[in-house]
């Protein structure tokens, strides 16, 4: 396929997923209007959609359409094959975020909402979550968890790092940071508050974003590079780790970060896989030790149409 029959593929292919959102969406608001339950995984839609605009609006640069998408397209094609290089993500930070934000927080979000409902977390809500998200790009992910966050634990400070072999989306992620953090976002966290009051698993907080950041890591480079040194220092404080579209994009089980991650991640915690590729999560799964957690298979549903894995740590 030529650049250009890519462009209007992937033209095509958004404009089905944003109207799809868009229904769930609305179904939220009629519900409301209705005094009805609102469902959980449409709420996602709803939360992702009034959140995203939000942040747009405080956006500082808008990237223009042309060169963008090629530039797109190009991460896309190596990240296909993982050989996506950081001078090609630099070149695409702006379009990629404009394209996968929305996205990525209904996903997350939705990918927590059917978790607990086959392995229950609730209990990691106390007190202050501490959520990692590697290989994390502008931060997308880690906005999903904090919304599911507020809507459904009983969590009182949010802390996000977002991890990542690419420096350039550090300026995105703080400025995602700053924007939910400053007054201006009270208004867009009530109505999605107002939203959670009118699904059943709603659970009243008063959630303090206290930072989202970012950091480096290279899920090619081994526990002992300097570049991983933070996410080796840290790795057993997080209670939530999300691997989003980034395994089999960087073909991370061939190297040994990934294992020593999951080795090393804190008893109690959650990691979160989304992919593509069935053939990542069994990867995953082949790694493990059997015993020391609990898992399940995330998504391929009506309601959850993402592939996925989630896995509790036993021991
Ligand atoms: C498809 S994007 C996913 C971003 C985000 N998690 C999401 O779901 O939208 C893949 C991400 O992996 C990052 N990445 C690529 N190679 C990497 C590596 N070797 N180590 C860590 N991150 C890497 C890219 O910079 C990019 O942010």
């Known amino acids: 396929m030529g650049v250009n029959q890519r462009l209007q593929a992937r033209r ?7 109207q799809e959102r868009s229904n769930r969406s609305e179904r939220v608001r009629l519900c ?14 709803f939360a992702a959609q009034v959140t995203w605009k939000f942040l747009k609006s405080t956006w500082e640069v808008e990237p223009g359409q042309k060169d963008d998408d090629k530039d797109l397209i190009d991460f896309f094609r190596h990240i296909m094959t993982a050989t996506v290089s950081q001078e090609v993500v630099s070149k695409a930070v702006l ?8 996205t990525r927080i209904d996903l997350m979000f939705n990918a927590l909402v059917q978790t607990e409902q086959l392995l229950s977390f609730s209990d990691l809500g106390n007190g202050t979550l501490h959520v990692a998200s590697v290989g994390g790009g502008p931060g997308n992910d880690l906005v999903g968890v904090y919304l599911y966050v507020k809507c459904f634990m009983a969590s009182s400070e949010f802390h996000g790092v977002c991890f990542d072999f690419c420096d350039s989306w550090g300026d995105i992620v703080s400025q995602v940071s700053s924007s939910l953090i400053s007054p201006s976002a009270f208004d867009v966290l009530e ?8 699904s059943a698993r709603y659970s009243p907080s008063n959630l303090l974003l206290s930072k989202l950041e970012f ?24 209670d939530i780790i999300c691997f989003s579209y980034v395994l089999f994009e960087t073909a991370a089980h061939e190297y040994t970060l990934l294992s020593y991650l999951l080795d090393q991640c804190k008893v109690g915690s959650l ?3 989304l992919d593509l590729h069935t053939i990542t999560m069994n990867r995953v ?3 493990i030790e059997a015993n020391r957690f609990q898992q399940t298979l995330l998504g391929s549903t009506k309601e959850f149409r ?10």
């Open 191 to 198: 109505k999605v508050d107002n939203a959670a009051r009118w």
């Open 32 to 45: 409301i209007e209705e005094r009805k339950e609102v469902l959980d995984h449409e709420l996602s839609a």
């Open 95 to 102: 379009p990629y975020t404009m394209d996968k934000f929305e």
């Open 285 to 287: 799964i082949d790694m």
């Open 215 to 238: 950091s480096v890591c290279d899920l090619k480079l081994g526990p002992h590079s300097s570049v991983n040194s933070n996410i080796v220092r840290d790795i057993d404080l997080f």
């Open 271 to 273: 990691t979160i896989i």
């Open 306 to 315: 993402f592939k996925g894995l989630a896995l509790r740590k036993l021991r």
């Open 12 to 18: 095509h292919k958004n404009c089905l997923i944003d």
